[in-house]
């Protein structure tokens, strides 16, 4: 199959050029029935003889060009509209019907606040020729009313508040807040590309806009296409999220981000916007003669990650826990991890190797401790703790396991 990519070198262009690219290139093996052959790129720097030669062959065509900032409001039709005509009229030259997917916007709806922009305007009469020239030539056509879209590789300080507001915080730059409370209903790019990718093999999702409503109802005999995962987050619930993606380094802890959840998907985007002095950060080495102990990650549920450094023939730990568990994961040197019940004589003994990884429970109740076996290799051991390590709540008592 070959696709033609417009705008291919935009925002949503560029997310799915890579990965068809992917698909092509057998790195993503996840659509073994879908077979990318050509990738046509056609941008605003490509001339009209290489669009000739993209329609004519092109399988599949993604219209994803188009004009949302222009200098003139005249720019909108002209690119949007204009651009459209010119690309059915070239695969109507070449008799070519395959499929076309069209970028369109809830703007297209003018409802409400869109009611009089000239943007949605211009998207909608890009519509209304996509579906005349559906009627005309019998072809599959594919329209996409796109909510605010948000991901990696997003233009800030351009048409995106979050793309803005990632840019800014990532770099220390300020932010502006008008209504904290004001909505946005957004589309992470990564379920906007499943969905495209999913066109590709004839499974898109159809929907249809009720009267005065920019939200989709689904419908298997819908009008137009659509994603049905989106969010509806305030613009003061996305800055405090970020301000907590921006301190992690400072606090170590990591904000929950369950599967699937907006939170997920924008600390993904925000990472996207670090410069490179905030892509790596110390963390503080707790060190005696004896090795070292370093935090690494905290969670707001799920306890805490850390790393045990222990030097040849030094013993550690000798203590035991009412409530906290511990996970100890030997990752590089020889040790001995032994553990004997409180009030009990009966140790048990756990040799471990860096060699041969293997996960020790800290067992509640249970006086325990790591002993480096080597008399020239550090122990080098992960840690998991079930609970955030609390000052005033340490649960840790001292008792030699011998």
């Known amino acids: 199959m070959n696709v033609l990519i417009t705008g291919a070198k935009g925002f949503v262009g560029k997310n799915l050029t890579e990965a068809l690219k992917c698909i092509r290139d057998g790195k993503d093996k996840t659509h073994p029935a879908l077979r990318i052959d050509e990738i046509y790129c056609y941008d605003i720097d490509s001339t009209p003889q290489e669009l000739d030669a993209y329609c004519q062959r092109a399988d599949f065509v993604f219209n994803l060009a188009g004009v949302n900032r222009p200098k003139e409001q ?9 651009f459209a005509s010119t690309l059915l009229n070239t695969l109507k030259k070449h008799g070519n019907t395959c499929p076309v997917m069209l970028s369109s916007s809830v703007q297209a709806t003018l409802v409400g606040r869109y009611a009089n922009g000239d943007y949605g305007k211009s998207k909608l009469a890009g519509e209304d020729l996509f579906f005349e020239y559906s009627a005309q030539t019998g072809t599959r056509v ?11 590789w997003c233009r800030p300080n351009y048409n995106s508040v979050v793309a803005t507001f990632c840019n800014n915080i990532a770099n220390d730059l300020p932010i502006q807040v008008n209504d904290p409370n004001a909505e946005l209903t957004l589309l992470y790019i990564d379920d906007l590309i499943y969905d495209l990718v999913a066109a590709l093999e004839g ?11 920019v939200v989709p109802t689904p419908s298997a005999n819908g009008r137009y296409c659509y994603n049905p995962v989106t969010h509806t987050v ?15 380094p400072q606090t170590l802890v990591m904000p929950q981000i369950p599967d699937g959840s907006f939170a997920k998907k924008l600390y993904s985007t925000y990472l996207s916007y670090l410069p490179k002095e905030k892509a790596a950060f110390s963390l503080k080495m707790n060190t005696d003669p004896r090795g070292s102990f370093t935090e690494l990650l905290k969670t707001e549920s799920c306890g805490q990650f850390s790393v045990n450094i222990s030097k040849p023939g030094i013993t550690k730990g000798q203590h035991w826990h009412h409530t906290k568990w511990e996970f100890f ?10 553990q004997r019940k409180v009030g009990s004589d009966e140790v048990l003994n756990f040799e471990v190797s860096g060699e041969s990884i293997t996960a020790v429970h800290m067992l509640p109740g249970y006086t325990h401790n790591i002993i480096n076996l080597s008399d020239t290799d550090d122990l080098v051991t992960l840690m998991w703790a079930n609970e955030c390590f609390d000052p005033n709540h340490p649960d840790t008592f001292f008792e030699p396991v011998e």
């Open 74 to 82: 005249s720019e909108f039709m002209e690119g949007n509209f204009g």
């Open 142 to 152: 594919l329209v996409y009313r796109l909510p605010n879209l948000f991901g990696k």
């Open 234 to 248: 305030t613009l003061g619930q996305i800055v405090d999220l970020l301000n907590s993606f921006s301190s992690q």
């Open 203 to 213: 499974k898109e999702q159809y929907c249809n806009f009720e009267p005065d409503s």
């Open 329 to 338: 994961i030997v990752v590089a040197g020889h040790g001995l991890i032994q």
